[in-house]
């Protein structure tokens, strides 16, 4: 089987893996984006061409202010140096998420930095942040109430915040849950599931050819007997 064209990953266990060294959760988080450029530049440089991470979720934004702060304070440093690597490299960076539920001068700095990257065609790397796929949904519900509109599966997918993405097909969780904590749960009905015991921080570029290897491996039927009949 080929190579998947959309790969997401949920990079959980940044917390269990500072705790483990005695350190404080954020110095998990810092390990944690060290871990996501690493990811992305094999991700990319193996040619798969669309790829979402899960950096925060709605829910995440319950957690302690001091955490949070520390996250915001990665996203500036995210948003401000990645922004000319990408660039180089045709990436299109893009946020998905509730952006206004950030401090403004963090919304505001992802708005201006992303839209600096348009039109990269080597790839789409798009980053989740206060993002819960529950209210993705129903945002494009009401906006599809608000217009009159009647949908289509392919016609409501197209509504969301991934719409013109590829199908995902490779849906990847580090940090031994096995759930999908209100993630693409639209976009994910036929992706092949993938769980790794490892933390995210520790998740490395074999991990990942790993999970890849294990998805080509995989025979996606969607519903019908055999694959491709
Ligand atoms: C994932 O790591 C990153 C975020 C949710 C921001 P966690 O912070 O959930 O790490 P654990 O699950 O507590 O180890
Ligand atoms: C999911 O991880 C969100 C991200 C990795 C960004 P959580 O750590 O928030 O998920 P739960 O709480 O274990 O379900
Ligand atoms: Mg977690």
Same mark, same amino acid.
């Given at each position: 089987m080929s190579l998947p064209r959309h790969i997401a990953i949920i990079m959980d266990g940044n917390g269990r893996w500072a705790k483990r060294r005695l350190l404080p959760r954020t110095a998990g988080h810092r390990a944690g984006l060290k871990r996501m450029i690493s990811l992305t530049d094999h991700i990319f440089a193996r040619g798969i061409e669309c790829c979402t991470l899960f950096a925060l979720s709605a829910e995440n934004l319950s957690r302690p202010e001091e955490e949070l702060n520390a996250l915001y304070g990665l996203f500036r440093v995210y948003f401000t140096e990645q922004i000319p690597v990408l660039r180089e490299r045709g990436i299109t960076l893009r946020v998905i998420g509730?952006?206004?539920? *950030?401090p403004a001068d963090v919304a505001s700095l992802i708005g201006e930095n992303t839209a600096k =990257?348009?039109?990269?065609? !080597?790839g789409t790397l798009t980053v989740a942040i206060g993002y819960g796929a529950r209210q993705d949904i129903v945002s494009a519900c009401n906006r599809a109430v608000r217009e009159g509109r009647e949908v289509t599966p392919e016609t409501f997918a197209s509504m *969301?915040? =991934?719409?013109?993405?590829?199908? *995902?097909d490779l849906l990847i969780r580090t940090?031994?849950? !096995?759930?999908?904590?209100?993630?693409?749960l639209y976009e994910a009905a036929y992706a092949e599931l993938y769980f790794s015991e490892k933390l995210f921080p520790d998740f490395t570029a074999r991990d990942l050819d790993r999970a890849i290897g294990e998805f080509e491996k995989r025979e996606r039927r969607f519903g019908r007997i055999d694959a491709g009949r």
């Open positions: 509730e952006l206004s539920l *950030l =990257t348009a039109g990269g065609e !080597k *969301l915040s =991934t719409g013109g993405m590829p199908e *995902l940090g031994k849950e !096995k759930r999908v904590s209100n993630f693409l």
